[in-house]
Each structure stands twice: as structure tokens, then as C-alpha cells.
């Protein structure tokens, strides 16, 4: 039995979820340090001071340290090295500040955008002994970012800092809790239903998603769409345009508080359209086709490896017209659409069944 500390900057959605499906599956006992999920770029250049205070005050040595991407890993170990110093590391990136697209409303893009998060993430995963991403594409958007990253510096570029990252890099998938959809499963199949279940944010590019209703709309086809996902303050204008033009299609607008009626709805909707410019793994679609939502998903990001090559040609589009193509003929064509079950596929997420990677890979870096 080891013990892992597991420090979590920004414990809150995906990342909380993530770290507490840990403690709960791992046959390892996992200490969680943290801070609230609020102010992410107050928590990478200053987290690591208030969570290297509470790691020295642990009251037991542990066996790994494993911090997440929004840790400053640098600061982190210089201020603990006293008890760190002999023990193994490892990062876990559940997204990076060098392939995220930057919002236009970003008050530090109007100055341009500053270097620096990326930066914490390249010298963090540097000073790592082990460094592990949630996908393929993220491990390989990680190193060409990191390239073109240091490329814009005056000199001394250490360009060999990506290879060196490469050799200690992993990919090992996010672990979900997708059990606990099962007992929501429901058959009341009405009008074709859409599905949009993602962040309400410009990084989930929502206008080509909204265009191919209002076509549809436009051309009198029948469907009904629920809007689920969280919403921020500055939320896409689209949203408040589509909450008008599809007043008469829209049967659920907002984010679910409740689990409970989140999965209600994931398991009733018939098509998850996904138009993201962003997604380093991809868990509100691997919920979705979990609980038999016929995808139809964009050629980039992750969502090529989430599917067998054998389900490509059905389920992947190459740009908006074929995704208008395909989503007419899903909802024309309902009774066939609503065949689609790809469940046992994506069992393999489920942190039952995918714990036992984690913890014999824990088990290796302390050997």
C-alpha cells in the first residue's frame, strides 16, 4: 500500500471529480491537498506557496507526490525540498496553457497574452520524474506547442527540454465515474432530442452548433434541444440569440445543479452534435455515448482516438456542411439513430476498470 499526496490547485469541476474518483477507486491511500477552483491564474503563480505550507505540515511521509497542471511544480518543490527532495514526482495535465485558445474578452490578450502560464507548465513538467497526459492528442499537442513556445525567446532556446519531457512522458486516460449514470437510464423517446452538454464558452466554438439548428429549423424539421453545461458570467452571445430563435425548441436551458436530472437528460437526448476548438480529453462526450447519444463529432482534437476507425466514417465530419448533412439525416432517420450503442466501448473509462492502470503505474515509479 502506498501513500500519494495528490496536489490539486483548482479543485473544482472536472479536476475535483477527477481527484476524488481517485481516492475513492485506488487501493493506495490518496491524501488530497487543495485550494478552491477560482482565480486559475492566481493559482498557478501563487498556489504553490499556500499548498507547500500544508504539504510540510502532513503528518505522515508519503511515497509519491502527484500534482496536477495547475501547479507551479518549480516553486512547489523548492519550498518543500527539506521532505520532497527523495521522492518520486509526477504531473498529471489535464489541459495546458500552451494549446488552450486564449478568449478575446481576456483582459491579459489585450496586452497580449502572457507567456508566463505556459511557461510554469514546460518548467513543471521539466522538473518531474514523471509526467502523464489524459490523451494522445494531448501528449502530442503538448510537444509541438512546447516547440514553437520556446522558439519565440532571443536565445539559448534548450530546445533538447521538449525531447528530455518527451522520454518521461505517458499517456494515461481520465478515469470517470460513469457507473452512476446507470441508474438513471430512461426509454421516454419523443420528438428527436439534441444534445449540447459542454462548458457555454468560446472554447467549445458553440455558433457552428447553433447554425446547423436554425437551418434545420428554417427547413420545418422536427427536433427539440436541451442546452446543459456550465455558464459563466461572460457566456457566448449566441446562447441569448439561440434562447430566442429556438424559443419553441428548447426544453431544458441551463446547468443542471443536479446530478440526478443531468443524467436524465444525457440518457434521454438522441444526438450529441460537438463543434469544440478545444477539448484536451473529451468527458462530457465520453458520458454522452456512455449513455447511447449517437455523436457526431469534428476530424481534430481527441475525439478521432475516443472512436474505433471502424465508427469514423459514420461519426466524424470534416467541416460544417458535412456536419449539417449528418445531423438532418440522425434526425430524419430517428428509429435507426436511436440503435446506436457504443456503452461496452467506453466501460473502459469507468474508474472500475481503469484503476488498475493508475495504481501498477503508481506502484512502478516508487520501484
Given at each position: 500500500?502506498?501513500?500519494?499526496?495528490?496536489?490539486?490547485?483548482?479543485?473544482?469541476?472536472?479536476?475535483?471529480?477527477?481527484?476524488?474518483?481517485?481516492?475513492?477507486?485506488?487501493?493506495?491511500?490518496?491524501?488530497?491537498?487543495?485550494?478552491?477552483?477560482?482565480?486559475?491564474?492566481?493559482?498557478?503563480?501563487?498556489?504553490?506557496i499556500?499548498?507547500?505550507?500544508?504539504?510540510?505540515?502532513?503528518?505522515?511521509s508519503?511515497?509519491?507526490?502527484?500534482?496536477?497542471?495547475?501547479?507551479?511544480?518549480?516553486?512547489?518543490?523548492?519550498?518543500?525540498?527539506?521532505?520532497?527532495?527523495?521522492?518520486?514526482?509526477?504531473?498529471?495535465?489535464?489541459?495546458?496553457?500552451?494549446?488552450?485558445?486564449?478568449?478575446?474578452?481576456?483582459?491579459?490578450?489585450?496586452?497580449?497574452?502572457?507567456?508566463?502560464?505556459?511557461?510554469?507548465?514546460?518548467?513543471?513538467?521539466?522538473?518531474?520524474?514523471?509526467?502523464?497526459?489524459?490523451?494522445?492528442?494531448?501528449?502530442?499537442?503538448?510537444?509541438?506547442?512546447?516547440?514553437?513556445?520556446?522558439?519565440?525567446?532571443?536565445?539559448?532556446?534548450?530546445?533538447?527540454?521538449?525531447?528530455?519531457?518527451?522520454?518521461?512522458?505517458?499517456?494515461?486516460?481520465?478515469?470517470?465515474d460513469?457507473?452512476?449514470?446507470?441508474?438513471?437510464?430512461?426509454?421516454?423517446?419523443?420528438?428527436?432530442?439534441?444534445?449540447?452538454?459542454?462548458?457555454?464558452?468560446y472554447?467549445?466554438?458553440p455558433?457552428?452548433?447553433?447554425?446547423?439548428?436554425?437551418?434545420?429549423?428554417?427547413?420545418?424539421?422536427?427536433?427539440?434541444?436541451?442546452?446543459?453545461?456550465?455558464?459563466?458570467?461572460?457566456?457566448?452571445?449566441?446562447?441569448?440569440?439561440?434562447?430566442?430563435?429556438?424559443?419553441n425548441?428548447?426544453?431544458?436551458?441551463?446547468?443542471?445543479?443536479?446530478?440526478?436530472?443531468?443524467?436524465?437528460?444525457?440518457?434521454?437526448a438522441?444526438?450529441?452534435?460537438?463543434?469544440?476548438?478545444?477539448?484536451?480529453?473529451?468527458?462530457?462526450?465520453?458520458?454522452?455515448?456512455?449513455?447511447?447519444?449517437?455523436?457526431?463529432?469534428?476530424?481534430?482534437?481527441?475525439?478521432?482516438?475516443?472512436?474505433?476507425?471502424?465508427?469514423?466514417?459514420?461519426?466524424?465530419?470534416?467541416?460544417?456542411?458535412?456536419?449539417?448533412?449528418?445531423?438532418?439525416?440522425?434526425?430524419?432517420?430517428?428509429?435507426?439513430?436511436?440503435?446506436?450503442?457504443?456503452?461496452?466501448?467506453?466501460?473502459?473509462?469507468?474508474?472500475?476498470?481503469?484503476?488498475?492502470?493508475?495504481?501498477?503505474?503508481?506502484?512502478?515509479?516508487?520501484?
Amino acid at each position: 500500500l502506498m501513500r500519494i499526496a495528490l496536489i490539486e490547485p483548482y479543485f473544482s469541476g472536472s479536476h475535483k471529480l477527477w481527484a476524488s474518483g481517485l481516492k475513492k477507486y485506488s487501493n493506495h491511500k490518496i491524501e488530497i491537498i487543495s485550494l478552491p477552483g477560482k482565480y486559475w491564474k492566481w493559482r498557478m503563480r501563487g498556489g504553490a506557496i499556500t499548498l507547500a505550507n500544508d504539504f510540510m505540515e502532513l503528518d505522515y511521509s508519503p511515497d509519491l507526490v502527484l500534482a496536477t497542471d495547475m501547479l507551479d511544480l518549480t516553486t512547489f518543490l523548492s519550498l518543500t525540498r527539506s521532505n520532497s527532495y527523495k521522492l518520486p514526482i509526477a504531473i498529471y495535465f489535464h489541459e495546458n496553457q500552451l494549446s488552450y485558445p486564449w478568449s478575446i474578452n481576456d483582459r491579459d490578450l489585450q496586452k497580449k497574452p502572457d507567456r508566463h502560464y505556459g511557461f510554469i507548465n514546460v518548467s513543471s513538467a521539466l522538473v518531474a520524474d514523471h509526467v502523464l497526459f489524459n490523451s494522445n492528442y494531448h501528449y502530442e499537442s503538448f510537444q509541438n506547442e512546447g516547440l514553437k513556445f520556446l522558439k519565440n525567446f532571443p536565445d539559448r532556446n534548450e530546445l533538447d527540454v521538449m525531447q528530455k519531457i518527451k522520454k518521461k512522458s505517458k499517456v494515461l486516460y481520465l478515469g470517470m465515474d460513469l457507473s452512476k449514470f446507470d441508474k438513471y437510464k430512461t426509454s421516454a423517446k419523443r420528438e428527436p432530442l439534441i444534445l449540447w452538454n459542454h462548458r457555454w464558452e468560446y472554447d467549445k466554438n458553440p455558433e457552428p452548433f447553433f447554425q446547423s439548428l436554425f437551418r434545420l429549423k428554417d427547413e420545418g424539421i422536427n427536433f427539440k434541444v436541451a442546452l446543459l453545461g456550465e455558464s459563466f458570467n461572460s457566456k457566448p452571445n449566441i446562447f441569448l440569440e439561440a434562447k430566442k430563435i429556438l424559443k419553441n425548441q428548447i426544453v431544458h436551458y441551463g446547468y443542471c445543479d443536479d446530478f440526478s436530472a443531468y443524467a436524465k437528460w444525457v440518457w434521454m437526448a438522441d444526438i450529441l452534435p460537438v463543434t469544440s476548438n478545444q477539448d484536451f480529453f473529451g468527458g462530457s462526450v465520453v458520458e454522452s455515448i456512455y449513455c447511447s447519444t449517437y455523436p457526431l463529432l469534428p476530424n481534430r482534437l481527441t475525439y478521432p482516438e475516443l472512436l474505433p476507425r471502424t465508427l469514423h466514417s459514420k461519426h466524424i465530419y470534416s467541416n460544417n456542411e458535412d456536419l449539417y448533412i449528418k445531423l438532418k439525416k440522425c434526425i430524419l432517420d430517428i428509429e435507426e439513430t436511436r440503435k446506436f450503442s457504443q456503452k461496452k466501448l467506453f466501460t473502459s473509462f469507468d474508474w472500475k476498470n481503469i484503476i488498475t492502470n493508475y495504481d501498477n503505474l503508481f506502484e512502478s515509479f516508487i520501484r
